[in-house]
């Protein structure tokens, strides 16, 4: 939900895991690790809005983002949900090993996400 939420409102996902990634490999190649910082702004460990994404939500996240262009809306303007052939879709074309269990998610996505863009509106 909070990625919903957070693409809902626009912000993007943290590069915390490739930034330890790219740490590991400097440390492979004798380099000192502490030369890499974190940069103040959008996207740092500080952000208060930053969240990480756990790998087992990845299919979900990425078949929400597919999709998040596809919102169908109520004559007053206010979002309904997403267009769930546009969704089945998608995750053929992503090869989702599980369409049922990511289907689940992102429903919650959805729900969390039209709240927020409610909200918005």
Partial sequence: MDAA??????V???KKKEEEQLRRQAEDWGMQ???????????????????E???????????FLCCSGRWQMWPS??????DH???GASMG???VENPRAVYLDVQIMESAARDELNRRN
């Fill in 93 to 95: 074309m992503l090869g």
């Fill in 12 to 14: 993007k996902a943290s």
């Fill in 5 to 10: 939420r957070a693409w809902a409102c626009g």
């Fill in 77 to 82: 303007g206010r979002y309904k949900a997403l």
């Fill in 33 to 51: 690790s502490d030369v890499f910082r974190e940069l103040p702004g959008e996207g740092s460990a500080d952000d208060p809005e930053d969240f």
């Fill in 53 to 63: 994404i756990f790998e087992d939500n990845s299919e979900a996240v990425e078949t």
């Fill in 85 to 87: 052939a546009a969704l």
